[in-house]
Structures are given as C-alpha cells and as structure tokens.
C-alpha cells in the first residue's frame, strides 16, 4: 500500500535526483521509461525518455513521480506537477493509483488540467502494478469542464499526438440499440456525431444512448435519462462502464435485461470491445444475471433505422 509516508521517499529520492536530473543518465544497462510532460505553450504533451537510476523496481514509481514533480533543466517543457498546485497523499490498492491534490489543482486551465492529467496517467500506467489513475481534490471527487466526474482513468483515454489534437473532434458514425415500444425488444438505429478526440468513443456511445433516440415514432429510450456516467473505460477488450444508482430504476417498462443490452450491443459494435461490464456506483448489483455480458442479438427485432 503506497500512503503518506511514501511521500517521504519521494522527497528523499528527489534530492538524489535533482542534481543529475530526470533523463540525464548514459547507462546502456538501464530500464527506460517514457516520461509525459506539458509543453511550455501548454497545448501538447511530450515524452521523453528516463533511463531509471534506481535498480530496484519497487522505486520505480519514486523516481517517476520525482520526474513529474520536478522542473526540467530543458524549460522547453513542464513538469505536469510543479504547475502551481501541490500533491497531499497518495496510495495503490488493486492497481489502481489514486493521487489527491490540493484545491490549486482547480485553478488550471481546462485545457492544461487535461494535459496535466494525461500525462499523469501516461507515464504512471506503464509502471506494471499501475492499471489506473485517479485524481482526487482535498479527497473529493475530480469534475471536468462540463460537470462530468473523472474517475478511474488508463492511458487508452488519452490520444498519443504531438501536435494540437487535444482540442480536435472528429465525426464517429455509432450503431445504437434503443427500445421498442413493448419494451421487451431492441431496434438498431445508426447516428453520426462529431466528439473530442480525447473522449473515449465509447463514452460518447453511452452519452448517446442516454439522451434517447430524440423524437421517434418507433424507438423509445432504454436507459432512465437521469442515470450519471462516473467512468468508462476499454481494457483487453473489456469495457468498464461505471454508472450510478438511476441506471436501476427502470423507464417506459423496459426490463433492466434490455436496459444492459442496451448499453452492451451498442458497445460491442465497437471494434474494440468484446465485452461489457456495468458497475453501480463502482460494484456489480446482485440483480445482476452475470458480472460481464456479451452481445446478445435474440431481443433485437429490427436491423439498421
């Protein structure tokens, strides 16, 4: 368990590293580890390449954060944190990395707070124990620019580019299932939408399926429009989609059966998912007929609308 004594480590570590600094080393026996830090116009982020100094893999993480912490020599980019606010605790558990900041951390700007986060998440994730990352405020929850929270976060939500991208959209063509009138069934429809290349698009296909089918004669919504995202993510060809309590109560009759299928034949369209997992409020419901589901096209009576 990494806690707050950790921190103390990673002071002492960084005083070791400060003289040299972060990349600086020419072992050829060295384990190298790619670096992600914020341009210095603050729109990209870069990576740089770390020839690890310690020997012991348990420190690895230390000398990753110190090389995020620390400003480099090279003032053509920055470290994503020594940007103005500071780090209170951290501690892994499951793979899963969670880092609490102070409030400064708010007063970012949105779209630095989003490099800042990528290039966390990046550089932390490659580390083996590490699967995920996330950010945390004073110990409250992380929101974004539009109010949605930022949970648990990989590095496959985050666009590898070099240049400007981070503020780009793009136009995805989605095959979504939504009820039919009986609620009992499910009907295809296809929808094309432009959306940030740094959402992950199967985010936006569960957004999608919660705003509804818009106005319809033969589709209705198969999820209750009250249900919040807290996170989605696409690991292995498994998509994690993490909902809250609202997903539960049902809508227009349908059965909680065509509200996951839903969600799971829509995802599974994708040509990266396999699978679907839906948590509530971070755990698998026990009314749950399993804890991973796949396409199920038996209660599909349409094709394409």
């Not at 341009?39 to 770390?50: A, D, F, L």
Request: proline share 4%; charged share 20%; hydrophobic share 40%.
């Amino acid at each position: 368990m990494w806690m707050k004594k950790a921190l103390a480590a990673l002071f002492l570590a960084a005083v070791c590293l400060l003289s040299g600094g972060c990349g600086d080393s020419e072992d050829p026996d060295a384990v190298v580890y790619q670096v992600y830090y914020v341009s210095k116009s603050e729109t990209k982020v870069e990576m740089h390449p770390h020839q690890m100094t310690s020997k012991d893999p348990e420190s690895y993480m230390a000398e990753l954060m110190v090389c995020l912490s620390v400003q480099p020599e090279k003032l053509e980019y920055k470290a994503p944190f020594a940007m103005g606010f500071q780090i209170l605790d951290m501690k892994l558990e499951d793979e899963k990395l969670q880092i609490d900041v102070d409030a400064a951390y708010k007063e970012l700007p949105v779209t630095t707070e989003v490099l800042v986060r990528a290039a966390v998440v990046r550089t932390l994730t490659q580390l083996p124990d590490v699967s995920f990352v996330m950010i945390t405020v004073e110990g409250s929850q992380l929101y974004d620019n539009n109010g949605a929270p930022v949970g648990l976060m990989n590095a496959e939500q985050f666009i590898a580019n070099d240049g400007n991208e981070i503020n780009t959209y793009e136009l995805a063509k989605v095959r979504l299932y939504f009820a039919g009138e009986s609620g009992t069934e499910l009907i295809a429809s296809s929808r094309e939408k432009h959306y940030s290349t740094n959402t992950p698009l199967e985010r936006l296909v569960v957004e999608e399926l919660i705003a509804g089918p818009g106005q319809s004669e033969v589709l209705y919504p198969s999820i209750n429009p009250a249900t919040k995202i807290i996170n989605v993510m696409t690991t292995d060809g498994v998509c994690y989609v993490n909902l809250d309590e609202n997903f539960l109560m049902v809508v227009n009759n349908v059965s909680t059966d065509v509200s996951i299928y839903s969600i799971v034949n829509s995802l599974s369209e994708l040509s990266n998912v396999n699978k679907v997992q839906i948590l509530i409020n971070g755990e698998v419901p026990s009314s749950f007929s399993s804890s991973v589901f796949e396409r199920n096209l038996d209660i599909v009576t349409t094709i394409d609308r």
